[in-house]
């Protein structure tokens, strides 16, 4: 019997981890995490080094650990050069060393010594207490459950991209667990989508086929330096969200606020100059169907393109994560949802039922559109810590 499972072991769920056993609420002996993956921030790690990300999007003041500081403080001891290792006006950390101090303070607290590799099959409340299965028919008890699941499990890929892959085409979703290495794509490449990931991927994918790489988005590139406004790190804008109850409007500002599809502006740069170059071709236009005898991306413009490998970097379903096996959870229990299907919960707590919390993806309609990433995880810590 433990006093609390967390469903994901990636950032938003080491993040929680983190602070409980550095605080001193639990130790690694009442505390599970329950992830598919082998070790924890395994599946965070393969989607970064598939796009060779050099820097994180977010400030080097976001990261997993207690005090803001703490990877400032972790790269002076460490002997990690400001210069090559924080980028730009908000000293961004490189990859690189974020990686490096997430693994340092895992180790030391021993998160692995109360992580399990498992597919989550359902939650159920037996009593004071939750049982939660795994896809194995194991069956773990805990007084609590975190559900801190992220959106990776559901890439999102076109209907065109799903007919041609039934028909044979080398059509890859990045974040599939089944892309191929780069080293083993056959040129010419295609990278479908206009947002960040895709603008790293076409960026490594040039150093191995010069020339032979396109990149492909449906409407003009967006730079922002940030996801969304850095007002919604703060009251600016939070006040006004937390104070209107009207979840729908949630949602609706939420998808407004966020900047999907955008990149940096050091990103915009690079690609340019390496489309002046000659080493990738941007285009904007958007894909209508495959033709799989011809290896031919055929657009609505009336354009084709020749592909032998197309990949989508088109990012993850808007479903909430682990809606099908939380179905019978939400109904047995009454758990209230949003008309968009995600948890409406306390605000104070992220209690979506009796001892059942949230962070992550289901805890936006509360957290905000930084809920996702890590100044997401951090607040919502915050949040759930104080009921544990």
Partial sequence: MKKLIIVGGGIQGCTLAINLLKSGRLNTEDLLIIDQHDRPLSNWK?????????????????????????????????????????????????????????????????????????????????????????????????????????LSGQPCWSEWALEAKKSGASIHHVFDKTMPFIENLSPSIAVIGGGISGAHLTLKLKEHYPGKVSFIFKKPLEVHTFDSDPGWQGPMYMRAFQENKDYSWRRKTIVEARHKGSITKELYYQLKKANEEGSIQLLQDEVERFDVSGQQLVFKSGEQRQASTVVLTTGFHAAPPGISWLQKTIEKEKLHCSSCGYPIVTPETLEWGENLFVMGPLAELEIGPVSRNIAGARRATERIVSAI
């Avoid at 393969?46 to 997993?64: A, F, K, N, W």
């Avoid at 692995?112 to 049982?131: L, P």
């Fill in 46 to 150: 393969r989607c970064t080094e598939t796009i060779s990300m050099p820097y994180l999007r977010s400030p080097s003041v976001h990261h997993l650990d207690l005090n803001p500081f703490s990877l400032e403080a972790f790269s002076k001891k460490q002997g990690y050069h400001k210069v090559s290792h924080f980028y730009g006006y908000y000293d961004r950390p490189s990859l690189e060393m974020f990686n490096d101090h997430c693994d340092a303070i895992i180790e030391d607290l021993r998160i692995q010594d109360c992580y399990f590799q498992g597919s989550v099959a359902s939650i159920d409340r037996e009593g004071s207490c939750w049982t939660v299965m795994t896809e194995d028919g194991l069956a773990f008890h805990s007084d609590k459950v975190v559900l801190a699941m992220g």
